[in-house]
């Protein structure tokens, strides 16, 4: 069992950054993918950015790459989402998620822990 606690959101203007934490508790952490996903109101929730549990590979949707960097400090079970030039399409809740596998997904369904999530407001 892995409990996920996300933090950081907040509202910020257009072009703005926030960095976004998730601190983990319970299993080992190292043995997991972590992703981050998000939800605007009356959307789906979409991949966002995900790195597989060494750090050595990161995927980014098309839409923050460039923007949007993802890491994870497997010692201090905690995992980052640094964002910057924020837009205000942004603007959703961010979960942080993880995968008891190490294959890379992007589909939020083939996750199995998941964070309260937390609020980006991007103002224009």
């Known amino acids: 069992q892995v409990q996920l606690v996300e933090s950081g959101g907040g509202l910020v203007q257009a072009g703005g950054s926030l960095r976004l934490s998730c601190a983990a508790s319970g299993r080992s952490f190292v043995n997991y993918v972590v992703g981050w996903f998000r939800q605007a109101p009356g959307k789906e929730r979409e991949f966002v950015a995900i790195i597989t549990w060494s750090g050595s590979s990161k995927y980014y949707a098309d839409s923050v790459k460039g923007r949007l960097t993802i890491s994870r400090d497997n010692g201090k079970k905690m995992a980052y989402l640094q964002m910057n030039s924020l837009k205000p399409e942004d603007t959703a809740v961010y979960y942080c998620?993880?995968?008891?596998?190490?294959?890379?997904?992007?589909?939020?369904?083939?996750?199995?822990?998941w964070g309260q999530g937390t609020q980006v407001t991007v103002s224009s």
């Open positions: 998620a993880a995968r008891s596998s190490q294959d890379y997904s992007e589909n939020p369904y083939e996750y199995d822990y």
